[in-house]
């Protein structure tokens, strides 16, 4: 008896530029949004992580597209 190979498509594929487009955006916003919660740190848990507030500074300022 023969076998059958059935390929079923999936019912949503994004296209490659709209697939780019939502990854970029989605980046973007994650990353504005960690900027963020960045500059609000206080000092004391800058230091516990390593950074210095001049780093964060400059961080925080970057446009959101910026990585």
């Given at each position: 008896?023969?076998?059958t190979h059935i390929?079923?498509?999936?019912?949503h594929?994004?296209?490659g530029?709209?697939?780019?487009?939502?990854?970029?955006?989605?980046?973007?916003?994650?990353?504005?949004?960690?900027?963020q919660?960045?500059?609000?740190?206080?000092?004391?848990?800058?230091?516990?992580?390593?950074?210095?507030?001049?780093?964060?500074?400059?961080?925080?300022?970057?446009?959101?597209?910026?990585?």
């Open positions: 008896m023969p076998q390929t079923t498509l999936p019912l594929t994004p296209s530029v709209l697939s780019r487009v939502r990854t970029a955006l989605m980046t973007a916003l994650t990353r504005h949004r960690e900027r919660r960045l500059a609000h740190l206080d000092a004391h848990l800058l230091r516990d992580i390593g950074l210095d507030p001049q780093e964060v500074r400059r961080e925080c300022t970057k446009p959101f597209w910026q990585p």
